[in-house]
């Protein structure tokens, strides 16, 4: 007979589900790739977006990683303070949509496709509200 006593269960901060940590990562993951991609079709077919700018007079290289930004963002905060990753998931979705309204005049094909991304991002940080712990 054991005299051990059991342990409680280890506690959570308050924070997200580690299943819902995965969504969030691999899901501003995605969105990262889509940008690029958005960003390198709209290069090869001579519409390239406003924070890329031509090959023949290219934007200035910090405004390269302008879109981003908010991905990495969020990434970041999901693992370190995952409490806030839904949060920040809204806050940079917008922050993609403002970046697509940029890119509406000139390039409205690519700009389509930003808006869609920020739209999908922006469903994936609503849903990652369930995953929080209390």
Request: contains cysteine; positive net charge; aromatic residues 8%.
């Amino acid at each position: 007979m054991s005299t051990e006593v059991p342990h409680p269960p280890r506690q959570w901060h308050a924070g997200l589900e580690k299943t819902w940590v995965v969504i969030v990562v691999v899901s501003w993951l995605l969105v990262t790739a889509a940008l690029a991609a958005a960003a390198v079709t709209g290069r090869n077919i001579g519409k390239p977006t406003w924070w890329l700018g031509t090959p023949s007079d290219p934007a200035w290289p910090l405004l390269w990683v302008v879109p981003f930004v908010a991905p990495i963002a969020v990434i970041v905060c999901a693992i370190v303070a995952g409490r806030w990753a839904p949060f920040a998931g809204v806050g940079a979705s917008l922050y993609l949509g403002a970046v697509a309204t940029l890119d509406l005049e000139n390039t409205p094909a690519v700009a389509l496709i930003q808006v869609v991304v920020a739209c999908s991002a922006l469903l994936v940080s609503i849903a990652s509200l369930a995953g929080r712990n209390r």
